[in-house]
């Protein structure tokens, strides 16, 4: 007697496998080393001399990214129409960016990323975000030494929605991600800020970053230079990564679970005895 193969209709939250995990720290750590190494310089490194190292910082990431979908498809078992999934949403999210990009922080893209994210997991949802962030640099213009860093942020924020505990559905698991997109949408301006500020001169000296200066008082002037510039962008975003989570995630939410049923992520398999 043959059995038949049956997928259950809930599909699976995406679970990290060492091969997964290895390769999300070894991206994260290059992030974090890029972002974070000018507050441990020394007041004579030549900081300025490094502004423009953000090719070499693109370089970098781009085999690191592959090694993350290399390492997620051999943990998990993905087929092609998962990597035609990412690619849609990929699309999709660069497609959402342009419609508020540079308007009062309004970007409507954050709440796809953070609602895919959670959908695909922290593997798959990393690589989601950077892609989407570089294919919208190539759409809107907007390439220049700023775009690894847009693409590593963005990554980090649909990887943290891919980590968010637990397995419920329904208006818990709405807020859930609402409430993370709101945090997700300020981190993601205060890191970004974190990119550009030890580079920029002519600033108020109380706002300035100061090289060679103790981490903790640059730190203290870093957070005076977000609240003065960036956190009127930051909150907007926030706000409408809200609304828009609350208004669209269960019809968005519930799109995303078929397709990836249907892309074979992790879809749990069990067998049943044909019907004579």
Same mark, same amino acid.
């Given at each position: ?39 441990? !310089?020394?007041?004579?490194?030549? &900081? ?13 990431? +781009? ?22 999934? +990412? ?6 999210? !660069?497609? +959402? ?6 308007? !009062?922080?309004?970007? %409507? ?20 975000? !950077? ?25 980090? #924020? ?28 300020? &981190? ?9 500020? %030890? ?7 109380? #706002?300035?970053?100061? %090289? ?35 208004? +669209?995630? %269960? ?17 749990? #398999? ?7």
């Amino acid at each position: 007697m043959t059995v038949a193969p049956k997928t259950r209709g809930q599909a699976r939250p995406i679970r990290l496998g060492r091969r997964s995990i290895a390769a999300l720290a070894l991206v994260s750590a290059v992030g974090v080393a890029a972002f974070g190494w000018p507050l441990l !310089a020394a007041g004579d490194s030549g &900081l300025s001399e490094h502004a423009q190292d953000a090719p070499w910082l693109f370089a970098a990431l +781009l085999p690191l990214l592959l090694a993350v979908v290399v390492a997620t498809i051999a943990d998990v078992g993905l087929d092609a129409k998962a990597i035609a999934m +990412l690619g849609v949403l990929a699309a999709a999210g !660069a497609a +959402l960016r342009p419609l508020g990009a540079g308007t !009062a922080g309004i970007e %409507p893209m954050f709440f796809l990323m953070v609602l895919s994210g959670r959908v695909l997991g922290p593997g798959f949802g990393f690589v989601l975000g !950077a892609v989407s962030m570089f294919a919208s640099a190539l759409l809107t213009g907007g390439v220049g030494p700023w775009m690894p860093f847009q693409m590593l942020s963005m990554g980090w #924020v649909c990887m943290g929605a891919g980590l968010l505990p637990g397995h419920e559905r329904g208006r818990g698991e709405l807020w859930l991600l609402a409430g993370y997109g709101a945090v997700a949408s300020v &981190l993601y301006g205060t890191v970004m800020n974190l990119q550009g500020w %030890p580079y920029l001169g002519g600033l108020a000296t109380g #706002v300035s970053f100061v %090289p060679g200066d103790p981490l903790v008082e640059n730190l203290g002037r870093f957070v005076a230079y977000c609240l003065a510039t960036s956190l009127g962008w930051d909150l907007p975003r926030a706000v409408v990564t809200v609304l828009l989570s609350l208004a +669209l995630g %269960p019809a968005v939410l519930k799109a995303l679970r078929r397709a990836t049923r249907r892309a074979a992520f992790e879809a749990p #398999v069990t067998f049943e005895a044909p019907k004579t």
